[in-house]
Protein backbone atom coordinates (compact mmCIF):
# COMPACT_ATOMS: atom_id res chain seq x y z
CA UNK A 1 0.00 0.00 0.00
CA UNK A 2 1.48 3.53 -1.22
CA UNK A 3 0.76 6.04 1.29
CA UNK A 4 0.93 9.95 0.78
CA UNK A 5 3.03 12.21 3.02
CA UNK A 6 0.40 13.52 4.51
CA UNK A 7 -1.03 10.12 5.96
CA UNK A 8 2.78 9.78 6.92
CA UNK A 9 2.32 13.12 8.57
CA UNK A 10 -1.30 12.41 10.00
CA UNK A 11 -0.26 9.20 11.95
CA UNK A 12 2.85 11.06 13.26
CA UNK A 13 1.14 14.02 14.76
CA UNK A 14 -1.34 11.51 16.44
CA UNK A 15 2.06 9.48 17.67
CA UNK A 16 3.47 12.92 19.38
CA UNK A 17 0.16 14.27 21.11
CA UNK A 18 0.31 10.06 22.44
CA UNK A 19 4.08 10.61 23.85
CA UNK A 20 2.99 14.17 25.11
CA UNK A 21 0.89 12.57 27.79
CA UNK A 22 3.51 10.49 28.75
CA UNK A 23 6.50 13.06 29.25
CA UNK A 24 10.11 12.24 30.57
CA UNK A 25 9.95 13.55 33.41
CA UNK A 26 6.60 12.20 34.86
CA UNK A 27 6.08 8.74 37.19
CA UNK A 28 6.75 5.94 35.03
CA UNK A 29 3.60 3.97 34.18
CA UNK A 30 3.40 0.21 32.93
CA UNK A 31 1.29 0.06 30.00
CA UNK A 32 1.46 -1.10 26.25
CA UNK A 33 0.13 1.22 23.44
CA UNK A 34 -2.35 -0.38 21.16
CA UNK A 35 -3.37 0.89 17.71
CA UNK A 36 -6.98 0.56 16.07
CA UNK A 37 -7.49 0.69 12.66
CA UNK A 38 -10.70 0.92 11.23
CA UNK A 39 -11.09 0.03 7.31
CA UNK A 40 -14.66 1.28 7.62
CA UNK A 41 -13.80 4.81 8.26
CA UNK A 42 -10.24 5.48 8.44
CA UNK A 43 -10.46 6.01 11.65
CA UNK A 44 -7.11 5.35 14.09
CA UNK A 45 -7.47 5.29 17.48
CA UNK A 46 -4.56 4.95 20.42
CA UNK A 47 -5.22 3.08 23.91
CA UNK A 48 -3.18 2.49 26.81
CA UNK A 49 -3.91 -0.90 28.80
CA UNK A 50 -6.92 0.25 30.77
CA UNK A 51 -8.67 1.09 26.92
CA UNK A 52 -8.42 4.75 27.91
CA UNK A 53 -8.44 6.45 24.25
CA UNK A 54 -5.31 8.63 24.49
CA UNK A 55 -5.84 9.64 20.23
CA UNK A 56 -7.74 9.49 17.50
CA UNK A 57 -7.52 10.68 13.84
CA UNK A 58 -8.83 10.14 10.42
CA UNK A 59 -6.40 8.82 7.68
CA UNK A 60 -8.87 10.14 4.39
CA UNK A 61 -7.04 7.77 2.46
CA UNK A 62 -7.89 4.77 4.16
CA UNK A 63 -11.66 5.51 4.13
CA UNK A 64 -13.66 2.38 2.64
CA UNK A 65 -10.65 0.75 1.62
CA UNK A 66 -10.92 -2.36 0.60
CA UNK A 67 -10.83 -5.19 2.98
CA UNK A 68 -8.55 -7.79 1.31
CA UNK A 69 -5.21 -7.75 3.32
CA UNK A 70 -6.36 -4.14 4.76
CA UNK A 71 -3.72 -4.97 8.01
CA UNK A 72 -1.66 -6.83 6.33
CA UNK A 73 -0.60 -3.79 4.59
CA UNK A 74 -1.14 -1.09 7.25
CA UNK A 75 1.63 -2.45 9.45
CA UNK A 76 4.84 -1.75 8.36
CA UNK A 77 3.07 1.75 7.62
CA UNK A 78 2.13 2.21 10.89
CA UNK A 79 6.01 0.75 11.74
CA UNK A 80 7.50 3.33 9.67
CA UNK A 81 6.17 5.80 11.35
CA UNK A 82 6.69 4.58 15.05
CA UNK A 83 10.55 3.83 13.88
CA UNK A 84 10.73 7.78 12.43
CA UNK A 85 10.05 8.47 15.64
CA UNK A 86 11.96 6.50 17.78
CA UNK A 87 13.89 8.71 20.04
CA UNK A 88 10.72 10.50 21.30
CA UNK A 89 8.75 7.34 21.83
CA UNK A 90 11.92 6.02 23.88
CA UNK A 91 11.97 8.92 26.05
CA UNK A 92 8.24 8.35 27.10
CA UNK A 93 7.64 7.44 31.14
CA UNK A 94 6.38 3.98 30.15
CA UNK A 95 8.11 1.24 31.95
CA UNK A 96 9.99 -1.03 29.60
CA UNK A 97 9.49 -3.29 27.45
CA UNK A 98 6.61 -2.24 25.99
CA UNK A 99 5.11 -2.40 23.17
CA UNK A 100 2.94 -1.16 20.55
CA UNK A 101 0.10 -3.60 19.14
CA UNK A 102 -2.42 -3.77 16.36
CA UNK A 103 -6.02 -4.68 17.46
CA UNK A 104 -9.28 -5.32 15.91
CA UNK A 105 -12.32 -3.54 17.25
CA UNK A 106 -13.18 -6.01 20.13
CA UNK A 107 -9.79 -5.02 21.15
CA UNK A 108 -8.18 -8.64 20.61
CA UNK A 109 -4.90 -8.31 19.41
CA UNK A 110 -4.13 -8.62 15.60
CA UNK A 111 -0.20 -8.18 15.50
CA UNK A 112 1.90 -6.75 17.83
CA UNK A 113 4.41 -3.71 15.65
CA UNK A 114 6.94 -3.11 17.74
CA UNK A 115 8.82 -4.08 21.02
CA UNK A 116 10.78 -1.47 22.98
CA UNK A 117 13.30 -2.31 25.35
CA UNK A 118 15.94 -0.36 27.37
CA UNK A 119 17.08 1.77 24.21
CA UNK A 120 16.45 -0.94 21.64
CA UNK A 121 13.51 -0.79 19.09
CA UNK A 122 12.96 -4.39 17.70
CA UNK A 123 10.36 -4.52 14.66
CA UNK A 124 8.48 -7.92 15.30
CA UNK A 125 7.75 -9.95 12.24
CA UNK A 126 4.23 -11.86 12.88
CA UNK A 127 6.19 -15.29 11.38
CA UNK A 128 8.64 -14.69 14.05
CA UNK A 129 5.99 -14.80 16.87
CA UNK A 130 3.94 -17.69 15.51
CA UNK A 131 3.33 -20.01 17.76
CA UNK A 132 5.58 -18.58 20.31
CA UNK A 133 2.74 -19.16 23.00
CA UNK A 134 2.20 -22.83 22.34
CA UNK A 135 5.97 -23.01 22.67
CA UNK A 136 5.69 -21.39 25.85
CA UNK A 137 3.21 -23.40 27.29
Not at 43 to 52: H, L, T, V
Not at 65 to 76: G, H, I, K, L
Request: glycine share 2%; charged share 30%.
Amino acid sequence: MKVSQQTTHQIERSLRKVVAKYPADSDPVMTDLHILVSPNTGEIRIYNDDDEELDRCVVEEWIEAPQDNFFEEVVPVLRCCIQDMRQAIEGMSILKPFSFVLIDEDHETLQDLVFIDNEETVVLDGKLIDGLTDDLD
